[in-house]
């Protein structure tokens, strides 16, 4: 087993990528990050990275909020990425996981006078939520920051510690997964995913302006439902009570796919199973990432690995 990481710029042994102590991102959280699937084919003996490129688009987006330069481009992170897919050692789903940090080894608060850098890993990576039964989710106590603190179109470490706050919570109170409200009492986002709901047929989500981070997954499944279904998605705001009147519920993300929701606050979402709706686009898009729809194999980068 290879266990490899990009570090220096260069593919080094995963325990030779370290940092100091000192280094300015470990203090502040001044780094950006993304989390790639990846889904091995068994069938093929072939790994399939979705969307890899809108990742690095997103990552160095990110990093222009930071104020960070990264010394690469989206061709060349793509091309890192793929070599450590092929060398990784695994047949089974992994994540790549990029970081793009500020690597001064100094004491401050701010972000300019300081470098930075790339670092990129792959480690195994099953099921994050159960898929087939659905999840139960619970409202958090803890609120969505608001964009005017902190730069929500950007996926940025330090912000992060909101989301851990509610999972963990929704983890002791229960639930699978948390469900955060923007400042205002409006339907946000989960603690890594975005949330959907269904009624009367319609699919609704809530806007950018609600202080969510726009997923890829999300984007990708309202393509899909739009192409395939004929369904369009309405992006507006959703007050938090009508979470217990939706006819479907369902989240999406890198890692969580298209993950049901059964249950909010414990009460059931429709009839308390997964809402026809839900499921076929769940099922469409395990298809697409698996590179086993031949109309998005555009959003699939094949590796067949190095022996």
């Known amino acids: 087993m290879a266990d490899l990481a990009f570090f220096g710029g260069k593919i080094v042994p995963i325990s030779e990528a370290k940092i100091s102590v000192k280094t300015h991102a470990l203090h502040y959280g001044t780094s950006a990050f993304e989390g790639i699937r990846v889904n091995w084919r068994d069938d093929e003996k072939k790994f399939y990275i979705f969307q890899l490129e809108e990742h690095f688009k997103r990552l160095l987006r990110s990093c222009n909020i930071l104020r960070m330069d990264l010394p690469y481009t989206i061709d060349q992170m793509c091309k890192i990425s793929i070599e450590l897919v092929q060398r990784c050692g695994h047949e089974e789903d992994i994540y790549i996981r990029p970081l793009a940090y500020k690597s001064t080894e100094a004491v401050g608060v701010k972000l300019h006078d300081l470098d930075c850098d790339l670092t990129m890993f792959v480690i195994p990576f099953g099921p994050y939520i159960d898929l087939e039964k659905g999840i139960k989710c619970g409202t958090s106590s803890w609120r969505k920051i608001n964009g005017d603190q ?158």
């Open 150 to 307: 902190m730069p929500n179109q950007a996926k940025i470490a330090g912000p992060y510690i909101n989301h851990a706050l509610s999972k963990t919570q929704a983890i002791g109170n229960g639930f699978d997964e948390a469900i955060l409200l923007t400042q205002k009492g409006y339907v946000s986002e989960g603690s890594g995913e975005n949330i959907f709901i269904v009624k009367d047929g319609q699919i609704i989500t809530p806007p950018p302006s609600d202080n969510i981070l726009v997923g890829i997954t999300r984007n990708s499944v309202m393509e899909l439902a739009k192409n395939e279904f004929g369904l369009d998605t309405i992006e507006r705001s959703i007050d938090f009570s009508e979470l217990y009147v939706a006819d479907e519920c369902f989240m999406t993300g890198t890692a969580a796919h298209v993950a049901p929701v059964i249950e909010i606050d414990r009460r059931a979402v429709g009839d308390g199973s997964i809402g026809p709706i839900t499921k076929k686009l769940q099922k469409l898009y395990f298809d697409v990432e698996q590179g086993r729809n031949e109309k998005y194999m555009h959003w699939c980068t094949a590796v067949t690995p190095k022996k």
